[in-house]
């Protein structure tokens, strides 16, 4: 099994095009760049996330000698693409919205400039990286506003959609401001808080439920998080308060309890009633199964005694909205703006830039997306961030991308932080629908 | 980075579980059984697949001494879990309904038999294989039947979650009856078909249209698909019209156009035409965007001219039903059936067949859901695969899963087969119902 972060990681038409492209000696600067189109009302604003990732993809974008040979073998390609993509190193320029930035429809979150043969080899993995961590990061970024207060953790490893979208939800929801995540791997790699209490087959290998609970204690006695809805919850919660005693003797502490099932809210409050009444105040009590933003919305609204969450397939899936409606689209080639005028789906053309006006009290208020270079007013969020196939700043570390986040998650307005439908205005400045109308002179199509 | 291939792509409770077992001493046999439950009306019958990749996973199942460094230097796990992971074989049985295999909520997909702790730590990468295919199998399975003999290939890796979930879909909608994919890797490791044609920034790269599609066509001679919707379809078929005469003077012939955008159905039918008055009958018209079950069954009720189909993230993300609610169990523990009564989550016990029973024509009437062993009318559909830890079958090539699923969809019975709601029966036998009453017996929760 090749690993999937070979460079054959691509679709065919890419390794067609640059073929093309090489045979026609058409290598001048292109610029694309990477956008999503205006997302539906539940994701009213987005949270940019995948780019330390990308920006790892395109400096170590090496062909190997056995894919070289695969793609020789397929009988498809001339020397000539074969000699490059042996030598194939990204040389390229990118620009990008930093991670942890909150952003909005056609505002470009990454924009690649370099000869247009290198350009277009990374599209393809390019798109499948930045489009899933920021689906994700913006999903998260709204359970974290719904939250109010709730360490959040990333239990979705299993039902994503494969191994590596398990480790991509793990990170992009720690950006939103996740507490952690399940996935181990998520720790080895990038340093996200693992997290991990027990599961229902714990509890039934033992015949005794009770006998669980306690093996389960002295075996980890660190962090006590017991299952309790195996068989029937309240009385699990019971049978916590009468173990309690017996391991506070060994010096063990219940830190708290998991419910999976049932009816999250009512449960909670019965299982907080028997802690409180048996003296076990300090056991916090976790939630699991079928969580999402609403369904956190209302926990604060009716202030249920939930002090965590484990979020599996609703964050990991984005299930309300799986996909966006993205492109990574070329906006000038050789100089000359470009444009797709395809029906539902013309794009701006140009090197761009975004401008965001902030009120008296910091929330953002509008954006205006307009070329690079013009003077609008407002702070400018895209920066540069590889020249030449080096990095051009230093990585940041994901605590600093994480922080980020939270600064922007405070200043957006607040419809978005109650996650309503709200509009947020991106105005398109003159001399960008200008550059529309000189690139349609420009082509004959 | 550590590859998503590594054994820590698991949830961190199964590694405090085993460290617990292992304290305990809890060794013996359990049986765990991964399946769905009952799946939405919009997946009215579900296609199995990622079986040969979970065994793969199986059979490869490492940890190397990076791996188990860092367990140590996590500090949560004491040497005898280290000194087991170090060892770490799988040995155990896997049963399992074959891949391409039509099958039904409840109805176990994979049941893996083994010591307690060999059993559980395979859990959540189990999962994660065997959900993600079976939903795309599943999804694609829907398409393959709307499509009326149209050939359908998936583009989706751009908006697949992540790069394994790209791969995964190629493999899985090909054992379902795609033609191909897009996704070279998944030629490289599974030999499934890949199929490209060109992209937008091609034609946009170049001033003028047609002469694109001219170098486009040199370039590429032998499998020439143009993309016509840049700008103005009907213009760009047309321009096809225009080109062709001259690229036949020099043998190469545009065997198709692609249509991106707009109203495939309405606009196919003016390039049809356009086509046929100019002399380009051959030409065949495939398109893409937003193409789905539905959009097929319409194409396909209306007759469109349509010859193919691209299909991206419907079937990558299977929008409609991004995830199926599924469970990996313990249904059995040292010879004792077990089950979970968890509000709304309440499993069968013990070992299970299914048996399926045919109606004169070899339709599908109806499945058994029993207890292994029992005496059940019809065929047994969940063979061994792994005994001990190796292969109890030799693995079946990609082409003989997909004639399974091909045979499999044809035997559906006839509502399920025209995508309608339909409660296909799976009776639960007495059997099953007793060994049901046994497990609560013998359970002192």
Redesign the interface.
Known sequence: ??????P??????????V???L??G?CEE?V?EFFVRKPPARRGFLLAAGLEDSL?YLETLRFSSADLD?LKR?G?FRDNLLDYLAGFRFAGDVHAIPEGTVCFGYEPLLRVTAP?PMA?LV???L???M??QT?VASKAARMVLAADGKALSD?G????????????SARASYIAGFAGA????A???YGVP?????????V??H???IQAFE??A???P?DVILLI?????E??ARKVVELAPKLEKDGISIRGVRI????LIAMSRKVRRIFDDGGCKNVIILVSGGVNEDTLQTMAREKAPIDGCGIG?SL????DV???D?A???QE??G?P????????ATWPGRKQVWRSYDALGRMVGDTLSVEGDTQKGETIIRQVMRGGKRALSAPTLTQIRDQAVRDLARLPEPLRRLEAFDYPVMIADKLKALAVEADR????
Chains 1, 2 share one sequence.
């Open positions: 099994m090749t690993p999937v972060s070979s054959l990681t691509t679709d065919l038409y890419e390794l067609n095009m073929q093309a492209y045979d026609r058409e292109a694309f790892g695969w397929s498809r247009l277009q599209e393809s993995r798109i499948n990286i489009h899933y689906l239990f490893l299993r039902t994503a959609h494969g191994a590596e979208a398990g480790l991509y399940a996935n181990v791997l720790g080895v790699n693992v997290v991990g209490t027990m599961a229902h087959s714990f039934q290998t015949v005794s439920e093996d389960f002295r075996a980890r660190q809805d195996t068989y029937d919850t009385a699990g999976d099932s049932g009816d397939v990991d899936v984005s299930t799986p996909a966006l993205c990574y689209k070329l080639y050789a000359i470009r444009r797709k005028r395809s029906e539902g789906k420009a082509m004959k199509p």
